[in-house]
């Protein structure tokens, strides 16, 4: 196996900052744990990775990153199991992502054996920042930047790949409301919208705002050809159950990003009897299943949050509002599932948590 081959510097903090945290005000991401790792790519290959103090970078003015956009990032979690255990959920699916990332991004790739391996290693060496506390967990944040000190564009030669993590709790403290956004566009058919690469994101800013003035937390972005099909949230797959069916939009389009929790979520759903449909889905199926009273459920999935309801969809001048929570069985289910695998309280029968 090639992480025996992997050989970390590792540089630990002298005094560890843990005892200051407020667990009982602990904004999400806004809290670092002591370490991070670093890994530099030049002249064609790989440096040797090192676990250091968490601290600032210096960088140079014209770092290729800052003005030409090659930056992507992943994030996924580990938690701390009834046994005290730690473990992290389906990771070596964020490492398959990453690489995508990176080809699309004209950027290194790192063998996903290796990438685990570092998460692995940057989440044991600050383990005591895993919270027990229930909803909690560790946030962790890999990504990888273009370093050349150069104006112009090209594929940059340097780069670095870093890896923080953050202790959390949960991401939204009550359900969304989501605004079916039918002008401005996420990602575009050739583009990059299947990357987790970091203009995808400052791109959608400004309609989000515009969202946000009227209410609404988040976005659902449509296709960017016809505003058609539904694709996903701002940082989240979207999933529906209509009539007792889980429909999602699939991923054969290069504009949605393929999510982890959204592909264990149906994963469960489908091992579980339940009907699941990944095709093509259209804002007029889901506006007309809200106004029939057959859109029993809306949600988000992701790592944040792992399944965040939705309250409300806005569409053009109206205002859809779902059943209550307590009515959303097959979500409430899953994401207790998942909650109860990643805290080791079922038996992971999927091998799907790492152990640490
Ligand atoms: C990260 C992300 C998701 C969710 O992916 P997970 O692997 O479930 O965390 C969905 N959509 C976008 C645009 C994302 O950036």
């Known amino acids: 196996m090639i992480q025996d081959t992997i050989n970390i510097k590792i540089n630990s903090t002298p005094k560890s900052r843990v005892s200051e945290v407020d667990w009982e005000n602990l904004p999400f991401g806004k809290v670092f744990s002591d370490h991070m790792l670093i890994m530099e790519y030049s002249n064609g290959e790989w440096g040797q990775p ?20 090659q930056s992507i990032f992943e994030g996924m979690k580990a938690n701390r199991t009834v046994d005290n255990e730690v473990t992290i959920f389906r990771p070596e699916m964020n ?49 990888m930047f273009a370093t050349d000190e150069f104006v112009g564009i090209k594929p940059s030669e340097s780069y670095k790949f870093i890896i923080f993590t ?22 575009s058919v050739g583009g990059v919208g299947r990357a987790k690469t970091a203009g995808n994101y400052g791109a959608s800013l400004y309609p989000a705002r515009l969202g946000q003035a009227n209410g609404f937390h988040q976005l659902i972005w449509t296709d960017g050809k016809e505003h058609k099909f539904i694709e996903e949230s701002g940082t989240m797959n979207v999933i529906f ?13 290069d504009t949605i990003l393929r999510g982890v929790t959204k592909r264990s979520v149906i994963e469960i759903a489908a091992s579980w ?10 804002v007029e199926e889901v506006i007309e299943a809200a106004r029939s009273g057959k859109l029993q459920d809306a949600f988000g999935a992701g790592t944040a949050a792992t399944i965040a309801h939705i309250a ?41 948590c790492l152990k640490v």
């Open 50 to 69: 090192e676990i250091m103090p968490f601290g600032n970078l210096s960088m140079h003015p014209a770092t290729s990153a800052i003005h030409y956009g």
């Open 95 to 143: 490492a398959l992502r990453f690489v995508e990332s990176c080809e699309r991004m004209c950027m290194p790739t790192i063998p996903v054996d290796t990438f685990v391996e570092l998460v692995r290693k940057t989440v044991e060496i600050d383990k005591n920042w895993i919270p027990s506390k229930e909803g909690f967990s560790l946030y962790i944040r890999p990504f």
């Open 166 to 187: 953050c202790p959390v709790g949960a991401y939204y403290s009550e359900p969304v409301n989501v605004k079916i956004e039918e002008f401005y566009t996420r990602a």
């Open 241 to 253: 159950m209509i009539d007792g069916k889980m429909i999602t939009p699939s991923e054969d389009a």
């Open 273 to 282: 009897g339940i009907p699941v449909e990944e095709r093509k889905v259209t």
């Open 312 to 352: 409300k969809i806005g569409f053009r001048d109206e205002v859809f509002t779902l059943p209550g929570l307590e009515t959303r069985e097959i979500s409430n289910k899953i994401k207790k599932y998942l909650d109860d695998l990643k805290t080791g309280k079922i038996e992971d029968t999927l091998n799907w």
